[in-house]
């Protein structure tokens, strides 16, 4: 494999919190409630209106945060476009079931159906974009960003792609969301659960290429995904990347700070103990590519940092299952 | 058939989620797809469905569709003509 490096040269994101290319924890506000939906911008601006009549909200907030993602490069039109999804396009799968049972399975309708696969988001920006090239969506859960990352980050490496657009992309689904909250997953205006987290929704893309920029956010070192995680599993993951413990300056935990969640990220974090931590699910919410909002703030943040020698390692898992590594360098 | 043409109107925005049309905007006799309305294939299908759905009419050639949809004028006599509900 070569040598080439990858750098984020794009972010762009629709989120719970109101809409900035450069977010400030100290003045972000902490999400308080069980489901949080996304702040939705005047999407009239970027797109034209009449291919914004069939997009549901996951539709439109990943085609927006692509759009102003690719707009801090002046790539036209990328190599690829990579997305992860936990859920899909929830809105119109919900839609698309409810009618099957409004209407005892006839007269069913295409719209919902065509636009409820989890590919749609993709889909539609490569044809907005006229990408013709790679196209392909995760589904791994809590690790599909994280699988659509590391499939740009090989083939980037590998020369095979030069740049890519990746994104996660959650949207709330109303009827999905009550169900779990009944099942006490998601916690209610009356209820904190034991298993329950604060749920959201949003999209967040990048766009990577192997060249740097002056505005480049951040160099991407190193993804590992891993359905187990230990002590010697992160010092092996550094020593790969020939970087101390010591040298790692900030861990952005993907931390829903449940009981059941408790033993991982402590034993993470114990590992660092000087490192700057930051949980960014306080901010951004629950839902499965969460972790891609966690990026943006990890790629933000590297690139403020004075002290070129830190790293910034980000860390996420769900109940003990999905968990991944990502090492950024400040360019 | 005044209120026919005024319902087909109503549901038409509603179905195909024409949220910045006002129903004043679309003439009886404007062209659906095309230049006119500007409505696309997926759209025929949500207006047959439409068709068999609220008014009882199942169309199965889509030359005869392309008779139908041609404006609201034409779907309305259509429909006032073979409605079975």
């Known amino acids: ?331 | 058939m005044e209120d026919l043409k005024k319902e087909l109107k109503v549901k038409i925005i509603e179905v195909l989620n024409l949220e910045d049309i006002e129903l004043s905007e679309i003439g009886d006799q404007d062209a659906l797809f095309g230049d006119g309305l500007g409505l696309d294939s997926i759209d025929a299908l949500e207006l047959i469905v439409l068709m068999d759905k609220d008014y009882g009419i199942k169309l199965s050639d889509p030359k005869e569709g392309r008779e139908i949809f041609q404006s609201i004028e034409t779907m309305a006599a259509y429909i006032a003509a073979h409605r079975t509900k």
């Open chain 1, 1 to 331: 494999m070569s040598k080439n490096t990858i750098y984020i040269n794009g972010l762009g994101s629709v989120s719970i919190q109101e809409q900035s290319r450069n977010f400030d924890l100290s003045t972000m506000l902490e999400i308080q409630q069980g489901i949080n939906l996304a702040k939705q911008p005047s999407y009239k601006d970027l797109m034209p209106p009449a291919s914004l009549r069939r997009m549901s909200k996951g539709v439109k907030m990943g085609m927006y945060a692509a759009k102003i993602a690719l707009q801090e490069s002046d790539i036209k039109t990328p190599d690829a476009i990579i997305t992860g999804t936990g859920l899909g396009c929830l809105i119109d799968s919900e839609k698309f079931l409810e009618l099957l049972l409004e209407n005892d399975e006839n007269h069913l309708t295409p719209t919902a159906f065509i636009q409820s696969t989890h590919n749609t988001v993709g889909g539609q920006i490569a044809l907005q974009m006229g990408c013709k090239g790679y196209n392909f969506t995760y589904v791994h859960q809590n690790s599909s960003f994280e699988s659509a990352l590391l499939d740009a980050f090989l083939q980037i490496k590998g020369s095979e792609l030069e740049n890519a657009l990746v994104g996660g992309i959650d949207e709330v689904g109303s009827s999905t969301y009550k169900n779990l909250q009944i099942a006490e997953k998601i916690n209610t205006e009356e209820q904190l659960f034991e298993s329950g987290v604060n749920a959201a929704e949003g999209a967040t893309f990048f766009f990577l290429n192997k060249e740097a920029t002056e505005k480049s956010y951040a160099e991407i070192l190193d993804i590992s995904i891993e359905n187990t995680m230990d002590k010697n599993r992160i010092e092996t993951f550094l020593s790969d990347n020939n970087i101390a413990i010591q040298e790692v300056g900030s861990l952005f935990l993907g931390s829903c700070e449940l009981a059941v969640d408790k033993e991982y990220f402590s034993s993470f974090e114990s590992l660092f103990p000087t490192a700057e931590k930051v949980l960014y699910k306080r901010y951004v919410g629950h839902h499965h590519t969460a972790s891609a909002f966690g990026l943006l703030l990890a790629a933000e943040h590297a690139q403020k940092q004075v002290c070129n020698e830190k790293y910034t390692l980000l860390y996420n898992q769900f109940e003990g299952k999905d968990h991944s590594l990502i090492l950024l360098k400040k360019c």
